[in-house]
Each structure stands twice: as structure tokens, then as C-alpha cells.
T-cell receptor, first 114, second 113 residues
Framework: GESVGLHLPTLSVQEGDNSIINCAYS??????FIWYKQESGKGPQFIID?????DKRQGQRVTVLLNKTVKHLSLQIAATQPGDSAVYFC?????????????FGTGTRLTIIP | DTGVSQDPRHKITKRGQNVTFRCDPI?????LYWYRQTLGQGPEFLTY????????KSRLLSDRFSAERPKGSFSTLEIQRTEQGDSAMYLC???????????FGQGTRLTVV
């Protein structure tokens, strides 16, 4: 079936360095994508979203890149801080005629090394 | 706190008992979602409401599960005759519209013993 997956389950980055978390999706009908951050024992926290009519979107210290040709999504976090340590999920939603649900990948655990 | 609120945060129940969880969405959000998350996995969609109407249910939602949103505000998720496999984090989310930011609550962690 269609699914969202991540290339790497874990990622360790030195504090202050930039990190890149990757995500592959297979549903060509998806046109809306979200990155969530989840800390232990908490619900997912919205980070940034992007629609399929864009290939890049920037937020505060975060950038999401979307490559529809190869169905790839990435989250770049600049100047990582200890508080960035968490599990990061990408999620996708189908197009305007699709259903309402978000389909999540299994997540990447990001660890910031002090 | 104007975010999504879930109650209780934790629930331990014996197998075969019924449990009910509550979700209070962000007040102006007309869409409300329930997801289930097991350890090490991403959230899985269960069901969704637009106002008081339950418009979509996942095949994961067996007949032991029922969700309501009677006045288009808060929602409840009931699990009857709980099984050990129901142990998970149950997450509620709300949003203003389709393909807009969905904000999640802190979740209710259910443990069935």
C-alpha cells in the first residue's frame, strides 16, 4: 500500500551543527506535507508544512524541501540545540479529493550531542 | 492553555473493562481527529469529525471502538472490552480545515493489564 517512510531511524548531530532529516513518500496523490517533532511522553508538535506547489519553505531555523519528482521530503534544522533532540515525523495528506487523514512515517530520532 | 486538551493523561485498566477518553480541541477548530500511536511508530489514523459529523473511520477502528462529538466541540473515544493490544497512546488533533495545520494534544496513554 501507499506509505510514508524515512531513510534513517536515528541521527546524532553535534550541537551547533546543521541536521538534515529525510523522508520518502510513495503516494503520488499527496499534495500536503507536514513535519512534526515529538518529545518523549508528549504529543506531536507541528514544525512546518509545505504544499506541493512549492519546493521549499523556511521557518525559524527550519527549512523543508520537497522534491516531487523523486517523492522526497527533507527537514533541515540549522544550528541545532539540545532542545531539538526528539523524534521527527513526516506526514502526508492526499490531494483535494482525497481523504482527511495524515499518514505518518515511523520517525527519525535526532540526538544532539553537547 | 488554548491548545488541544486530553483527559486523562494516563489510564491503566484491566482487560475486558471499558474506557472512555475525552478530547477538547482548539475552540474554533471544526475538524477533530483521533490517532493511535504504539511505541516506536508514527501515529495511525482512527477517525475524524467535521463539526459533529463523523466523516471517516479507519479499518483499525473495530466495533469495540466508538467516537462521538455530540455538539461539535469536545469528543469522546470509548473502547469496550479492552484487550492488551489496545495498549497505546491515543492522540487527538484538531484543525481549522482540510490540509491545514493539525495541532495535537498530549495524548492519553492506555495500558491494558
Amino acid at each position: 500500500g501507499e506509505s510514508v517512510g524515512l531513510h534513517l531511524p536515528t541521527l546524532s548531530v553535534q550541537e551547533g551543527d546543521n541536521s538534515i532529516i529525510n523522508c520518502a513518500y510513495s503516494n503520488s496523490a499527496s499534495d500536503y506535507f507536514i513535519w512534526y517533532k515529538q518529545e518523549s511522553g508528549k504529543g506531536p508538535q507541528f514544525i512546518i508544512d509545505i504544499r506541493s506547489n512549492m519546493d521549499k519553505r523556511q521557518g525559524q531555523r527550519v527549512t523543508v524541501l520537497l522534491n516531487k519528482t523523486v517523492k522526497h521530503l527533507s527537514l533541515q534544522i540549522a544550528a541545532t540545540q539540545p532542545g531539538d533532540s526528539a523524534v521527527y515525523f513526516c506526514a502526508e495528506n492526499e490531494g483535494i479529493f482525497g481523504n482527511e487523514k495524515l499518514t505518518f512515517g515511523t520517525g527519525t530520532r535526532l540526538t544532539i550531542i553537547p | 492553555d488554548t491548545g488541544v486538551s486530553q483527559d486523562p493523561r494516563h489510564k491503566i485498566t484491566k482487560r475486558g473493562q471499558n474506557v472512555t477518553f475525552r478530547c477538547d480541541p482548539i475552540s474554533e477548530h471544526n475538524r477533530l481527529y483521533w490517532y493511535r500511536q504504539t511505541l516506536g511508530q508514527g501515529p495511525e489514523f482512527l477517525t475524524y469529525f467535521q463539526n459533529e459529523a463523523q466523516l471517516e473511520k479507519s479499518r483499525l477502528l473495530s466495533d469495540r471502538f466508538s467516537a462521538e462529538r455530540p455538539k461539535g466541540s469536545f469528543s469522546t473515544l470509548e473502547i469496550q472490552r479492552t484487550e492488551q493490544g489496545d495498549s497505546a497512546m491515543y492522540l487527538c488533533a484538531s484543525s481549522l480545515g482540510k490540509r491545514s495545520e493539525a495541532f495535537f494534544g498530549q495524548g492519553t496513554r492506555l495500558t491494558v493489564v
